[in-house]
């Protein structure tokens, strides 16, 4: 079993090494610029057939299930600076990984001030009846509807105006 998720792991990670790879060739020649529709055209399906090959690879039969496993740090840091290694494993996007900062990575569970948010508008929600949902929308609809006929009258008034302007003689001040 340990051989088949390594195996499997290494032809993820060369996969998305080449995703990562493309995206960045790309992504730089944008930056320098003169990049002409053929080239974007190329890029775009070349990263298409990678990421292809990349949900194929995930998808394979012989792949082991790979969202049963547990990943658990083994070694976390004392300090609170930088820790250059995993910063390098992780291209800079995990900096250290202290005793501290732990709980919030695996955190599984939210936060309470987020728990009882979410509780409000969940009992919000189900207070309101379908009946009052119902007059709501309508409502909504009404004022949205007043709105664009607010929004084409005037449009069509200006449309009336606005030929008969002498662009000339009328002074538009810039600030």
């Known amino acids: 079993m340990e051989k088949e998720v390594d195996n499997a792991l290494s032809t993820i990670h060369q996969r998305v090494n080449g995703v990562k790879g493309s995206l960045q060739t790309f992504m730089r020649k944008l930056e320098l610029g003169g990049v002409i529709w053929p080239d974007v055209n190329e890029n775009f399906t070349t990263l298409a057939g990678q ?3 990349l949900q194929k690879a995930l998808t394979k039969e012989d792949t082991p299930q790979l969202q049963n496993l547990v ?3 083994l ?3 004392t300090g609170t600076g930088p820790d250059t290694t995993l910063e390098q494993l992780t291209e800079g996007r995990i900096p250290y990984l ?3 900062s732990l709980p919030n990575y695996l955190r599984t569970k939210l936060d309470l001030e ?3 948010k979410e509780h409000f508008v969940s009992t919000e ?3 309101i009846s379908e009946h009052n949902l119902q007059q709501q929308i309508c409502d909504l609809n009404n004022l949205s509807d007043a709105i ?3 929004i084409q009258t005037s449009r069509d008034s200006w449309d009336e105006v606005l030929p008969t302007l002498d662009y000339q003689k009328t002074k538009i001040r810039s600030w």
């Open 51 to 53: 990421l292809n090959f």
């Open 148 to 150: 664009s006929e607010i």
């Open 98 to 100: 202290a005793q501290d």
């Open 125 to 127: 929600v189900n207070r």
């Open 114 to 116: 987020i728990e009882k």
């Open 71 to 73: 990943l658990l740090p």
């Open 75 to 77: 070694m976390t840091s």
